[in-house]
């Protein structure tokens, strides 16, 4: 019997989600968990990493995604601590052929899953954090342009916009049977502070705020009113939900486009997808520097 792990980091959704998708489908049997860092552990300039604003809206996040997937006879494991200890332990006790978790292409990220590997885990990476495939641009992308409108405008003349998102799956993997004396790693729940919050976390929130975002017609006036931040109807504020991987960016940016066939392109909704297409460019920028 073929277990996998599925490590959630920033891709807090079941949608859109090639890579849990993918482990579903590889495996008979798919154990999601979520590794909590250390609440003490602080940046190198002594400040905490997760405000109080942030650790609410990411609990509210992972409530969301552990009722979506207990709805989906699963469910989602939290630990905390050092990741490669607590996936080490439950590799080992599950018997995981496998570590499955979406790509993050950035230095901390890059070293954290290099130090997994090197305890002999088999780590399996997929990028789905971008609007546009990395595959799909008109260059390699480590010889991508230095500069934003260099690279937008090589994007533009290929005509692409953004890669197919694909659906929430109906039927998931079953979580392996755990056996009495098998060694886990301590279990965590409730971190994170409650907090006042204009918006919710969660899957369920991001496609809530994105539908009526969409039938009041916002994306009309979003280049008139996108530098208007204190407004809750100014900018878009997709990114908090973007940030933890709620929403993915292709999904946005296909629903804009039906958005679009629906009402018509304007300047707001080119604007809406440029902005989407500066948060690739500051992304796929990693992949060279």
Same mark, same amino acid.
């Given at each position: 019997?073929?277990?996998? /792990?599925?490590?959630? $980091?920033?891709?807090? $959704?079941?949608?859109?989600?090639?890579?849990?998708?993918?482990?579903?489908?590889?495996?008979?049997?798919?154990? %999601? #968990?979520?590794?909590?860092?250390? @609440?003490?552990?602080?940046?190198?300039? &002594?400040?905490?990493?997760?405000?109080?604003?942030?650790?609410? =809206?990411?609990?509210? @996040?992972?409530?969301?995604?552990?009722?979506?997937?207990?709805? /989906?006879?699963?469910?989602?494991?939290?630990?905390?601590?050092?990741?490669?200890?607590?996936? /080490?332990?439950?590799?080992?006790?599950?018997?995981?052929?496998?570590?499955?978790?979406?790509?993050?292409?950035?230095?901390?990220?890059?070293?954290?899953?290099?130090?997994?590997? +090197?305890?002999?885990?088999?780590?399996?990476? =997929? !990028?789905?954090?971008?609007?546009?495939?990395?595959?799909?641009?008109?260059?390699?992308? +480590?010889?991508?342009?230095? #500069?934003?409108?260099?690279? $937008?405008?090589?994007?533009?003349?290929?005509?692409?916009?953004?890669?197919?998102?694909?659906?929430?799956?109906?039927?998931?993997?079953?979580? %392996?049977?755990?056996?009495?004396?098998?060694? *886990?790693?301590?279990? #965590?729940? &409730?971190?994170?502070?409650?907090?006042?919050?204009?918006?919710?976390?969660?899957?369920?929130?991001?496609?809530?705020?994105?539908?009526?975002?969409?039938?009041?017609?916002?994306?009309?006036?979003?280049?008139?009113?996108?530098?208007?931040?204190?407004?809750?109807?100014?900018?878009?504020? *997709? @990114?908090?939900?973007?940030?933890?991987?709620?929403? @993915?960016?292709?999904?946005?940016?296909?629903?804009?486009?039906?958005?679009?066939?629906?009402?018509?392109?304007?300047?707001?909704?080119?604007?809406?997808? =440029?902005? /989407?297409? !500066?948060?690739?460019?500051?992304?796929?920028?990693? =992949?060279?520097?």
């Amino acid at each position: 019997m073929k277990v996998i /792990l599925y490590w959630f $980091r920033n891709d807090l $959704r079941i949608a859109d989600n090639l890579a849990f998708i993918k482990a579903n489908s590889m495996a008979d049997c798919v154990l %999601p #968990v979520y590794i909590h860092q250390a @609440s003490d552990v602080k940046t190198a300039y &002594g400040f905490e990493r997760v405000g109080v604003h942030r650790q609410h =809206f990411l609990r509210q @996040s992972l409530d969301n995604l552990q009722a979506q997937l207990q709805a /989906l006879d699963s469910d989602l494991w939290e630990y905390e601590g050092e990741q490669v200890n607590v996936l /080490l332990q439950l590799v080992n006790a599950t018997g995981a052929e496998a570590v499955y978790c979406e790509q993050i292409e950035a230095p901390e990220e890059i070293e954290q899953c290099g130090r997994i590997r +090197q305890q002999g885990i088999a780590l399996e990476e =997929f !990028w789905q954090s971008s609007m546009i495939d990395p595959g799909a641009l008109p260059f390699d992308i +480590q010889k991508m342009p230095d #500069v934003f409108t260099q690279f $937008r405008q090589a994007v533009e003349r290929e005509k692409w916009r953004f890669a197919q998102p694909i659906g929430a799956p109906t039927s998931l993997a079953p979580m %392996p049977v755990i056996l009495q004396g098998q060694h *886990f790693p301590q279990r #965590v729940s &409730g971190i994170g502070k409650t907090t006042s919050l204009y918006c919710c976390g969660g899957e369920d929130a991001a496609q809530a705020h994105l539908k009526q975002y969409l039938e009041r017609r916002l994306p009309d006036t979003y280049k008139q009113t996108r530098n208007q931040l204190i407004g809750r109807d100014y900018s878009s504020k *997709f @990114s908090p939900w973007l940030a933890l991987g709620c929403i @993915s960016a292709r999904d946005i940016a296909a629903q804009l486009a039906e958005y679009e066939e629906r009402h018509g392109a304007n300047e707001g909704t080119y604007w809406l997808w =440029f902005e /989407l297409l !500066w948060r690739d460019y500051f992304r796929f920028i990693h =992949f060279k520097y």
